[in-house]
């Protein structure tokens, strides 16, 4: 069994930056493959980034790329998530998600809530305009 509790999240201004961190329990940490989604009002939950066992491979989605970046310390049970040139459409509720599988995977799959068999309850970032 693994918990998942985020931090991190707040209200940002357009441009700015916010890191979020996930803290797990559980001694089987660094096996997982641990990934951010998020969900705002009114829309589906949607995949932001993943990072498998250790740390090298990395997974972004596009509406993302180039602006977050994931990272991992698997001595301190915590995956981050380093968001940067917030914009207005960032906002939205932050999980971390977990997998007990270090793949390999698809693009497909690694994205797929499916995957994940463990969440966190989400933290809030608001990104005003």
Do not use: H
Request: proline content about 3%.
């Amino acid at each position: 069994q693994v918990q998942l509790v985020e931090s991190g999240g707040g209200l940002v201004q357009a441009g700015g930056s916010l890191t979020l961190s996930c803290v797990a329990s559980g001694r089987t940490f660094a096996s997982y493959t641990m990934a951010w989604f998020r969900q705002a009002p009114g829309k589906e939950r949607e995949f932001v980034a993943a990072v498998r066992w250790t740390g090298i491979s990395t997974y972004s989605g596009d509406s993302v790329l180039g602006r977050f970046t994931i990272s991992r310390d698997n001595g301190k049970n915590t995956v981050y998530l380093r968001m940067n040139s917030l914009k207005s459409e960032d906002t939205a509720v932050y999980y971390c998600a977990a997998s007990p599988s270090d793949g390999p995977f698809s693009v497909r799959s690694i994205e797929s809530e499916r995957t994940y068999e463990y969440w966190g309850p989400g933290t809030q970032v608001t990104v005003s305009s």
